[in-house]
């Protein structure tokens, strides 16, 4: 994987506030050779829900706060795919209470006309960027390998729950 610091922001004036309280990445999956630029990019867009250990930080369904956007209705996810300027873009947000651990996240796929039903180099682009973002998975138990001992690194998994494809293990 490489990460990508997107482009700036461009047209409107509608996105800026909105982007500006998002984490957004592209991030190049399946890159051959370890060499930026030689896989298949998507936009990932994590929601405040995902990267907030501040419960003030995260929208509520009763904030009053106009600039705090509740949600990313479909077509507010469109204009900002096209914004990031990739094939597919990732929405991320996390399943569960307010300030939960839940490692389970909603997962929507979008391109700047539609939302598609599944898209591989973006799941993989998103379960990237939640590991860049330092968001805890759930331990994958019996995972792989053998052999006893402390310290041994444990695999972050991810669940992500979708609209048309149901759960995906990452």
Known sequence: FSLFTPPAPSSSRFLLPIIMRLRTYIIDAFV?????????????????????????????????T?????????????????????????????????GGSSSTFLL???TPTTEVPLCGHA???????????????SDEEGGGGGGGGGGEATTATYCFETVSSGLLRV
């Open 32 to 64: 051959r050779d370890g060499q930026p630029g030689t896989g298949n990019a998507a936009g990932v867009v994590l929601l405040p829900s995902v990267v907030s250990n501040n419960d003030d930080d995260a929208p509520t369904s009763n904030s009053t």
């Open 108 to 110: 929507r796929w979008f």
């Open 66 to 98: 106009s600039d705090k956007p509740l949600s990313l209705d479909n077509a507010a996810r469109q204009r900002l795919a096209a914004e990031l300027r990739q094939t597919e873009t990732a929405f991320v947000e996390r399943c569960g209470p307010k």
């Open 123 to 137: 799941t993989l682009a998103a379960a990237a960027a939640l590991v860049a973002e330092g968001v805890k998975g």
